[in-house]
């Protein structure tokens, strides 16, 4: 398998466009988490999924901010608008609840906003 | 939220063994302590979990305390690529949520 597939793994964008990052989970896997990590916050997880469907969204800082995963093998993030704040670097993670819950994360996504 | 307390930082010479203490008082009975660690500009790799018995894997062991508050992630001979964040987690049985403290930052000297 190739393992959890995130893109691009480099944005840069101006304050104020939509930003959207991608996430190919490993095949099988049911759960689905988006992680960002700063400085100054360490890593923070965002949102997961189960079974295609976001069971706990409390990491999700403001509404800017939302995540989809319309099938099995796919997820989005969006923020809209972004700020310099967001400026991190993004992981998507996914497992197998019920086995083992190790989670397999990506290599993430670099995203700065100027 | 969960809570785990580990040393901000630790240093090891390479083919030496390496003790990462993990204090984490508050683990209810039906969490794993599971431990990630994240390589330089890559996200966080699963390295191990347990319960309440000792466990070994391909890459470390894990030594759980009796009264469960406490355990300590053993490398049994560092290299250099063991250099890296270790983290300490406990996940519960609730939901399947890995709160990230800081973590244990280890340098490997040659």
């Known amino acids: ?114 | 939220d969960a809570k785990t307390t580990q040393p901000n930082s630790m240093e090891s010479n390479e083919e030496e063994p390496v003790h990462l203490p993990c204090n984490h008082s508050t683990i209810s009975g039906t969490d794993y302590i599971h431990w990630y660690r994240q390589l330089p500009s890559q996200g966080p790799e699963y390295v191990i979990h347990g319960l309440t018995s000792n466990v070994n894997n391909r890459m470390a062991s894990l030594a759980i305390a009796e009264d469960r508050k406490s355990s300590t992630l053993i490398l049994h001979r560092a290299t250099l690529r063991d250099a890296a964040v270790y983290y300490c987690i406990f996940y519960g049985g609730a939901t399947n949520k890995l709160i990230f403290g800081t973590g244990t930052l280890l340098a490997v000297q040659p």
């Open chain 1, 1 to 114: 398998d190739a393992g959890v597939i995130q893109s691009p793994r480099h944005e840069v964008t101006e304050m104020g466009q939509e930003v959207t990052l991608r996430c190919k989970p490993i095949s099988g896997h049911n759960s689905l988490f988006w992680y960002r990590q700063t400085m100054m916050r360490g890593l923070e997880l965002l949102i997961y999924f189960n079974n295609n469907v976001p069971i706990d969204d409390s990491g999700m800082p403001e509404d800017r901010f939302s995540a989809k995963m319309p099938n099995a093998s796919f997820s989005t993030l969006k923020i809209q608008p972004s700020e310099p704040r967001d400026s991190a670097v993004y992981f998507c993670a996914s497992s197998l609840v019920g086995e083992r819950d190790e989670q397999y994360f990506g290599p993430g996504t670099r995203l700065t906003v100027t």
